[in-house]
């Protein structure tokens, strides 16, 4: 049998990794990869099996060369560090095999530097090769001829992970996208027909992440209402657990913006304490989302604004993806991503050049037009040549609207309309929401204790952190104002937890606009 070890490359700085707010939490990480505790569980009896995520500790190398198998994942924006990884382990003469989203879409980019590669998912080849392996006739490229039947996925292995040195869960409900939007790759690994684990499933996964100690969990499913009916009745047993459990948890996910026009998904989504979701917008230009085919977008009825408030007042904060350099964005598409987030209130907009991604669409498209950038770091960051703004051009309205977007009373603004114009009510933390908290008024008071205490620490490590004396001004006045409007441990938590994300997003624009550090696009 194997002794096998499963590597995640650490990240580059960015957006999602929100490295420079861990700091003041004292966490190494935002959350751990889904893909290492679920292939040790995967992983047959008899094996043994070791996970090192180097975004929380060093690589082992002595370990890995005791090793049968090192097994490595990672994204299009680890390349860089599992090339240097995979030339460490093959120096070391250890026996590799690689998966996850990079070499799902380009297969040949490893050659040379490993014995096995996995595309898609792997609940089916990687037992499979592990069988081939042992007895000696492993082959080198394996793919899932179906796509993994959902309801047979086992809980993750999270007691192999050092869990409290990351700030969040991670969880899985579903895989696929029923849409078919032009440049994302969820459809080419997935598919488009969603598929749910059942709610039995989802209740044992989240009493071993509430076993863990994990008070904020990231749901993440690339949509997780891509089918309505089923996840309806999941998210009735979450709302069910999470009542009996005193609501230990507070949510957050991904979905598709056609979660606004469903007001009943939207009640269950609060009821079972999701207190964000991230919604891919891309832009308020509607001709770009007709040319990538994200029609959920542009559908009668309400405006992409209209939508987004709807979420927001039925107690979810909008995180987004928005996207610059579509087909038909000119020059003007600058101030109108400006405009529409300032009039949309979302403060967590994850900003990029459009890119396109080996597989999809767009990557095809581009290609037969002869416009992509074949280098594996394009000089203007991004490998799309933009049809009616010029290279240069995208590049710095890009890097302007990072910059005006995060501008601190921008931020703060934007964020003051929703908590304190607005008094948005996140999740079901509230009295008013719940009337699970007026049957158990002492749960009530350790819950709103929990918060104030978090929200007090939160607040202190903040102001301690920040060498800026302008800024930490700014910070100061902003929540000390909250604090003076909103008396909700809850709500005062999740504003200090923005205040830092702040900081986070100015550190990083910072060093992409001054050049102290490489530009790493969103997408």
Known sequence: MADIVIINPRFEVSYWGMEHALEMLGKKANLPVACLPLLAALTPEGHTVTLMDENVEPIDWDRCSKADIVGLTGMSVQRFRMTEILKELKSRGCFTVIGGPWITVQEDYFDGLTNAIFIGEAEETWPQFLKEWAEGNHGFRYEQENKSDMTKVPVPRFDLLKMNRYAFGSLQFSRGCPFQCEFCDIIVTFGR?????????????????????????????????????????????????????????????????????????????????????????????????????????????DTLLGRVHTIQRAGLDVWCGMIVGFDSDDSTIFARQKE???????????????????????????????????????????????????????????????????????????????????????????????????????QWLKAQAIDHVSAYFAYRRLLASVPDPELKAVYKARIDNLFHHRKEGGTRFYYVIKAMIHWHVHRMVTSFTSGERKLVNSF
């Open 193 to 301: 027909r969603p598929r749910l684990k059942n709610s039995s499933q989802v209740l044992l996964e989240l009493d071993a992440m509430h076993k863990s100690g994990m008070r904020s969990v990231f749901v993440v499913d690339d949509n997780l209402i891509g089918n309505k009916k089923a996840i309806k009745e999941v998210l009735r047993e979450v709302g069910r657990w999470q009542q009996e459990h005193g609501y230990p948890m507070s949510l957050f996910t991904e979905a598709s913006l056609d979660l606004a026009d469903d007001p009943e998904l939207l009640e269950l989504m609060t009821a079972a304490n999701f207190i964000a979701v991230f919604v891919g917008i891309e832009s308020p230009n509607e001709d770009a989302l007709r040319e990538t085919k994200k029609f959920q977008n542009v559908r009668a009825g």
């Open 340 to 442: 529409f987030l300032s009039q949309s209130r979302i403060t967590s907009s994850m900003i990029g050049m459009l890119h396109a991604i080996p597989k999809t669409p767009l990557h095809k498209r581009l290609a037969d037009e002869g416009r992509l950038d074949y280098a594996d770091e394009p000089e203007f960051g991004t490998n799309i040549i933009p049809l009616n703004i010029g290279r240069e051009e995208l590049l710095n309205g890009y890097l302007d609207v990072l910059v005006e977007v995060h501008e601190v009373h921008a931020f703060f603004d934007r964020l003051d309309e929703l908590f304190i114009k607005e008094r948005i009510t996140l999740g079901n933390r509230q009295t008013q929401y719940n009337g699970y908290w007026k049957r158990h008024p002492l």
